[in-house]
């Protein structure tokens, strides 16, 4: 049972044009979420994350946007520029169940910005 | 500060070979995780510890075990290698403070399993 799912495998953008990046829960529990960029041959580093009180959080080109009642929450990245070229992964977690910091991940989504 | 590292990098495993996966933080965390990613599933937590001396099974522990000896360490053993267990194996950790602890995990860069 997939509880954060991301639905595109893959996206190719332009460079300079906005990067959308999706992300559905089912887990109506979740209260935090956080978003990871991954190269090739290295390990996920952390980028942005939301907690649920909020419904937008921005950091430089990235923003988060969570709509809680739709259980979605988005990455946009603007302008787009080759560097973001990456996997992308969105994760959840409900901060309230135990003291370590679980985190439950989706599939991941490819993102390619082309020139 | 080098971060979380891993060793090693990359391994060759018979079906039946056992071997221990390393990892290696200095951010003086009191939280590290073992992660493995296969296609198309994303990360998966094999099992966790939350401080010197204690381990945890997380969402796919079978054929792992885990041992936490010094804080700065985390090893993930596998006793007997089976193919399915072909992955690649990341390690994390976070740190917490005081009642709050961060979400944000530290990963390390990977070690890359083949189980023949």
């Known amino acids: 049972d997939q509880q954060v799912k991301q639905n595109s495998p893959s996206l190719s953008v332009q460079e300079g044009r906005i990067s959308i990046l999706n992300c559905d829960y089912t887990n109506s529990m979740f209260d935090y979420f956080l978003w990871y960029k991954k190269y090739p041959a290295e390990g996920p580093t952390f980028l942005i994350s939301?907690?649920?009180?909020?419904d937008k959080n921005e950091d430089g080109r990235f923003t988060v946007f969570l709509n809680k009642s739709a259980k979605h929450l988005s990455l946009h990245i603007v302008p787009s520029q080759p560097g973001d070229s990456a996997v992308y992964f969105c994760a959840a977690i409900n901060r309230n169940t135990g003291t370590a910091s679980k985190l439950t991940f989706g599939t991941g989504t490819r993102l390619q910005v082309t020139l | 500060n080098a971060g979380v590292t891993q060793t090693p990098k990359f391994r060759v495993l018979k079906t039946g070979q056992s071997m221990t996966l390393l990892c290696a933080q200095d951010?003086?965390?009191?939280?590290m995780y073992w992660y493995r990613q296969d296609p198309g599933m994303g990360l998966r937590l094999i099992h966790y510890?939350?401080?010197?001396?204690?381990?945890a099974k997380g969402e796919v522990p079978d054929g792992y075990n885990v041992s936490r000896l010094k804080k700065q360490n985390f090893l993930l053993g596998l006793e007997s290698a089976a193919p399915s267990q072909t992955s690649v194996y990341f390690c994390?950790?976070?740190?917490?403070?005081?009642?709050?602890?961060?979400?944000?995990?530290?990963f390390g860069p990977g070690t890359r399993l083949l189980v023949l």
């Open positions: 510890s939350v401080g010197e001396g204690t381990t």
């Open positions: 994390a950790s976070s740190y917490s403070r005081g009642d709050r602890r961060r979400e944000t995990q530290y």
């Open positions: 951010m003086n965390h009191e939280y």
């Open positions: 939301i907690s649920s009180i909020k």
